[in-house]
């Protein structure tokens, strides 16, 4: 099964706490594809995933299958010769959508899983990676809040989150689905740009189970969580955002205790590569 990651030097620690949890749950070979930049803004400089970071994990994933892998794709220069200008000083950073490019990668396979960083795998995702792709550029779940919002048709939730999701990639190019998303980014600020760009010009999507990416709050059947902001109610409105990587907030303010094994394997890997 091949699954794709994105983002810069920050997203270190959710991706090894993803790559641990899909490693618990699959027997099948995987092959991590993590796509990075190193690029300086006027905000600063984007320091890109290391290979150290990457070595490790390529190993770790050996260890249980010779036949897994983890490799990392400088994206540098395509993200430099079309930049999304329009989107360059948002709050959502240039990284989120490196996705776009994946299209442009010649060895990225043609059926590939993105998942964010804060994506945690709780059960066997077979099901959702080898279902039917043919007539489909991409496969995800409705947005648990911008479905109410964002939908195009009143009476058709179609607006999906882009934290998880299937690309048909072989499908992707024949459209130019992501070149139009990129096209899009450079000419019009948006809120999410990525996402919405994908969900403004995406025509052949399918729409799957929130058990694919659940937004919210753990249920029995959830296979991917997805660790996002959500909106509390009691005592007061307020939202909430707590992050995998985040233990002791994981435990305290979500009461969740539904990974400890794992979040205990990634702090013994994070001193390993930090020692």
């Not at 050996?62 to 989107?87: C, Y």
């Not at 000083?89 to 490019?101: A, G, K, Q």
């Not at 048709?153 to 130019?176: C, K, P």
Request: proline share 4%; hydrophobic share 40%.
């Amino acid at each position: 099964m091949n699954v794709l990651y994105c983002g810069d030097k920050n997203i270190e620690d959710g991706l090894v706490i993803s790559v641990l949890s899909l490693l618990k749950h699959t027997a099948e070979p995987l092959h991590i594809f993590v796509m990075t930049m190193d690029l300086v803004l006027k905000t600063g400089r984007i320091r890109p995933v290391s290979q150290e970071t990457i070595g490790y994990l390529d190993n770790l994933l050996k260890k249980q299958n010779e036949g897994n892998s983890a490799v990392r794709i400088d994206a540098t220069e395509l993200f430099r010769a079309a930049p999304p200008l329009a989107n360059m000083e948002t709050r959502f950073t240039p990284c989120c959508m490196l996705r776009l490019y994946a299209d442009l990668i010649p060895d990225m396979p043609d059926r590939i899983l993105y998942l964010d960083n804060d994506v945690v795998c709780r059960k066997g995702f077979e099901g959702f990676y080898h279902q039917e792709m043919s007539d489909f550029e991409l496969a995800g779940v409705p947005d648990y809040y911008g479905k109410w919002f964002f939908r195009k048709n009143l009476f058709h939730m179609d607006y999906i989150n882009s934290g998880v999701l299937l690309l048909n990639l072989a499908r992707i190019r024949e459209t130019g689905l992501f070149a139009q998303c990129r096209a899009l980014c450079s000419e019009k600020k948006m809120f999410m740009p990525d996402q919405s760009a994908i969900n403004k010009l995406a025509a052949q999507k399918k729409l799957c189970c929130r058990i694919y990416n659940e937004q919210r709050r753990l249920h029995e059947k959830t296979v991917f969580q997805h660790f996002t902001t959500s909106f509390r109610f009691f005592p007061w409105v307020h939202t909430l955002t707590v992050k995998p990587w985040q233990i002791k907030q994981v435990h305290e303010k979500l009461k969740l205790h539904e990974y400890d094994d794992i979040l205990q394997e990634y702090t013994a890997v994070m001193a390993e590569l930090k020692g």
